[in-house]
C-alpha cells in the first residue's frame, strides 16, 4: 500500500535551518507530483511547496526560505528550510499530488522556538 514516512523534524531556534526527509513507497514515485503541507495547532492545513516535472512552486510565507527536492531512484523527497521563524511552527506533511490531494503521511512536527 502506499507509505509516506515523513522524518527530520524536531526543535530549532529561530534562524536555524531543518531538513525534511518523507521515504515513499507503494507508488510508481517518479510518476507523482509531490508536495509538503503543514498545519499548525488549531488551524488548518496550509500547502507549502510542491515538485512537478517543469519545475517547483512555493507559497508565498515560504519562498526563498524553503527548497523543495526529490530523489527518484531512492524515492525520497526533501524539503530543506531555512532562517526558521516561530510562524512555521507546524505539524509538516509529505503528499502525493502537486497540491497535495492524493494523500498524506503522518507527518513530522516542527517547532521553532528560543
Known amino acids: 500500500q502506499v507509505q509516506l514516512v515523513e522524518s527530520g523534524g524536531g526543535l530549532v531556534q529561530p534562524g536555524g535551518s531543518l531538513r525534511l526527509s518523507c521515504a515513499a513507497s507503494g507508488f510508481a514515485f517518479s510518476n507523482y507530483e509531490m508536495s509538503w503541507v503543514r498545519q499548525a495547532a488549531g488551524k488548518g492545513p496550509e500547502w507549502v511547496a510542491g515538485?512537478?516535472?517543469?519545475?517547483?512552486v512555493y507559497a508565498a510565507s515560504v519562498k526563498g526560505r524553503f527548497a523543495i527536492s526529490r530523489d527518484n531512484i531512492n524515492n525520497m523527497l526533501y524539503l530543506q528550510m531555512n532562517f526558521l521563524q516561530p510562524e512555521d511552527t507546524a505539524q509538516y506533511f509529505c503528499?502525493?499530488?502537486?497540491?497535495?490531494?492524493?494523500?498524506w503521511g503522518q507527518g513530522t512536527q516542527v517547532t521553532v522556538s528560543s
Open positions: 503528499a502525493r499530488g502537486f497540491m497535495g490531494d492524493l494523500g
Open positions: 515538485i512537478a516535472y517543469g519545475g517547483d
